[in-house]
């Protein structure tokens, strides 16, 4: 079955600090990869993909197949950075999605 | 400029009176989606429409039904509301075709409370 896991429900860091936010995904097929942000009181919206190879915010993202993973990461994390993170996973020829349960970040000062 | 919009933001009923929650669009994208999310849980797909091609998930209960009248439209339905189908919803679109087609753009959110 496909399934995305987010290991960690809450990750505390100090500002500064680098950050790593895990994802694993079991599917048999190619997947494509996101991970969505939720930032206090606003709406979901995409930090990034896997397809596009970009950084976003300083985040970064590579997909490993090897070991089905795509872990977000920072180098430095920032205040503003805390929020809500997912996973997710769209199967090929689909429109359907499949979350992680998300991992909430926290930055401390 | 919010693009997604839901409504009501909030909305709160009696258990079996029915709901009726909406989302416009004004991206003119393809293909609509509703999502529930409970607290501490993934969002879950319910159904989604790419034009009007309706897809319903296997386990979304009959209690819930879906409307797309036109392009910018949608409506779920939520015909007797029991206490477990208190949640956020969550109305999402994407383009389905082209570049970034599985991109999605989120609503803000129903929060639906069933006493």
């Known amino acids: 079955a496909q399934r995305v896991t987010q290991p960690e429900k809450l990750l505390s860091v100090f500002k500064g600090a680098p950050v790593e936010l895990k994802c694993n995904y079991s599917?048999?097929?190619?997947?494509?990869l996101f991970w969505y942000v939720q930032y206090s009181r606003q709406r979901l919206q995409l930090l990034l993909r896997h397809i596009s190879r970009e950084s976003i915010k300083g985040f970064t993202a590579d997909l490993n197949k090897g070991e089905t993973s795509f872990h977000l990461k920072k180098p430095f994390a920032q205040e503003e950075d805390s929020a809500m993170y997912y996973c997710?996973?769209?199967?090929?020829?689909?429109?359907?999605?499949?979350f992680g349960t998300g991992t909430r970040l926290k930055v401390l000062a | 400029d919010a693009m997604v919009i839901q409504n009501p933001r909030y909305q709160v009923t009696q258990f079996g009176k029915p709901v009726t929650l909406s989302c416009s669009q004004t991206?003119?994208?393809?293909?609509m989606y509703w999502y529930q999310q409970k607290s501490s849980q993934a969002p879950k797909l319910l159904f989604h429409y790419y034009d009007k091609d309706f897809n319903n998930e296997a386990d979304t209960p009959d209690n819930f039904q879906s409307r797309r009248p036109n392009t910018s439209f949608c409506f779920l339905d939520i015909r007797s509301p029991g206490l477990g189908d208190a949640a956020m919803y969550l109305c999402a679109t994407s383009r389905g075709a082209g570049a970034g087609a599985n991109v999605l753009t989120f609503g803000a959110g129903s929060r639906l409370t069933v006493l």
């Open positions: 991206l003119n994208h393809n293909v």
């Open positions: 599917y048999s097929g190619s997947p494509e």
């Open positions: 997710a996973l769209i199967r090929s020829g689909t429109y359907k999605y499949i």
